[in-house]
């Protein structure tokens, strides 16, 4: 990624689940599952910490629907201009996170085996 881009995996994911809009908590989880095809589920002992760690920099405001009790977070205006900024980086450096990738698979196939990688690919259809 480009020199300075220090954004994380749950960053990444979370800017690119807030483009379909305001979200709970548990919704939010379920467009992270939904995103990663499954693969990577967030409990919420770790999605509750970082919607705060968020509100806190300023990135998202929640709001608590009297109606249902849930709280839903948005993006402030300084969120949606750092999920600009962030969406933007990625596509950047879309070459380097293939690199990374392929080297994961090469791991995967030095570990397992090239039938372990090729099994493994026909999951990702």
Same mark, same amino acid.
């Given at each position: 990624?480009?020199?300075? +881009? %220090?954004? =994380?995996?749950? #960053?990444v994911m979370f800017f690119v689940a807030m483009k379909d809009g305001p979200a709970y908590g548990y919704e939010l989880a379920t467009r992270f599952g939904k995103m990663t095809e499954g693969h990577i589920k967030v409990s919420f002992g770790t999605i509750y910490p970082f919607l705060r760690r968020m509100e806190h920099r300023g990135i *998202?405001?929640?709001?608590?629907? #009297?109606?249902? =009790?849930? $709280?839903?977070? /948005? &993006?402030?205006? !300084? =969120?949606?201009?750092? %999920? /600009?900024?962030v969406l933007k980086q990625i596509k950047e450096s879309q070459k380097e996170w293939e690199q !990374? &990738? &392929?080297? *994961? &698979?090469?791991?995967? /196939? #030095? $570990? +397992? =085996?090239r039938k372990a990688l090729r099994e493994l690919l026909k999951r990702v259809g």
């Open positions: 990624m480009p020199r300075g +881009f %220090q954004t =994380g995996p749950y #960053e *998202i405001k929640s709001t608590r629907d #009297e109606r249902s =009790g849930r $709280v839903y977070y /948005a &993006l402030t205006p !300084k =969120g949606r201009t750092t %999920q /600009a900024k !990374k &990738l &392929l080297g *994961i &698979l090469a791991m995967h /196939a #030095e $570990v +397992f =085996g």
